[in-house]
């Protein structure tokens, strides 16, 4: 499978622990994103790396997120102490470089805080 | 600040039928457009986007779109609907910043009837 890889599926947590999930982007793309979305809404951007780096932040991602994507590979986005308001489907999605080109979206990770 | 709007929650039609969903932009400078479909515990599929050129985009699965800059719009076409279409549809623009970020609209959901 040569799209983009989002594991887990599904995360079950308790309020206040820690998750980290993964994505492995379309292996030539250097752009990798993350967004979330919650029911009834449209995907919300959450941050960007392109290669290693990691350019952008929305004013969505709170002190308790945390992304990372060493080496320009695969990124692991991290959400301490969690909250009920977490709760929902985080989206990673990869594109080539260009200004125009289109993101490729994983399945997703679906987080409930209980 | 970039947006779109997708006016119609639900759209439902007859097999068979033409489709169309609807979307309203608002950028300052060009917009460039983009659709993507969303099926059940699947992540977003791009089908189609318009960035300049012809007006009328083709795109995947026989959809297309019409980019009118003086409605501002992009609605998206089918001649003939399948009930296989029967999806989650998102319309976005990209921002202007240098992530090329995407923001979404609410969603349309479509319901093809056999």
């Known amino acids: 499978d040569t799209g983009v890889s989002q594991n887990p599926r599904h995360k079950i947590t308790k309020r206040g622990q820690n998750v980290t999930f993964r994505c492995d982007p379309i292996?030539?793309?250097?752009?990798l994103y993350w967004y979330r979305q919650t029911l009834g809404q449209g995907p919300e951007f959450l941050t960007y790396?392109?290669?290693?780096?990691?350019?952008?932040k929305s004013r969505l991602l709170s002190d308790r997120f945390s992304a990372e994507r060493p080496k320009g590979s695969f990124s692991t986005l991290e959400i301490q102490r969690t909250e009920q308001g977490d709760s929902a489907m985080y989206l990673c999605a990869s594109s080539s470089r260009g200004m125009n080109t289109e993101a490729f979206f994983g399945q997703g990770t679906r987080l409930t805080v209980v | 600040a970039q947006s779109v709007a997708q006016p119609e929650d639900q759209v439902n039609v007859a097999e068979g039928n033409p489709l169309t969903v609807k979307c309203t932009y608002s950028?300052?400078?060009?917009?460039?457009l983009f659709w993507y479909v969303q099926y059940p515990n699947r992540g977003l599929q791009f089908l189609l986007k318009?960035?300049?050129?012809?007006?009328l985009v083709k795109g995947s699965y026989g959809f297309e779109a019409e980019f009118n800059k003086s409605q501002t719009s992009f609605h998206l076409k089918k001649p003939s609907a399948l009930v296989s279409d029967s999806a989650l549809y998102f319309c976005?623009?990209?921002?202007?910043?240098?992530?090329?970020?995407?923001?979404f609209g609410t969603g349309t959901r479509l319901t093809v009837i056999p």
């Open positions: 318009y960035i300049t050129g012809d007006n």
């Open positions: 292996s030539e793309h250097n752009r």
């Open positions: 976005a623009v990209r921002g202007m910043g240098g992530a090329n970020n995407l923001f």
């Open positions: 950028v300052s400078g060009n917009p460039y």
């Open positions: 790396f392109q290669n290693e780096a990691q350019l952008e």
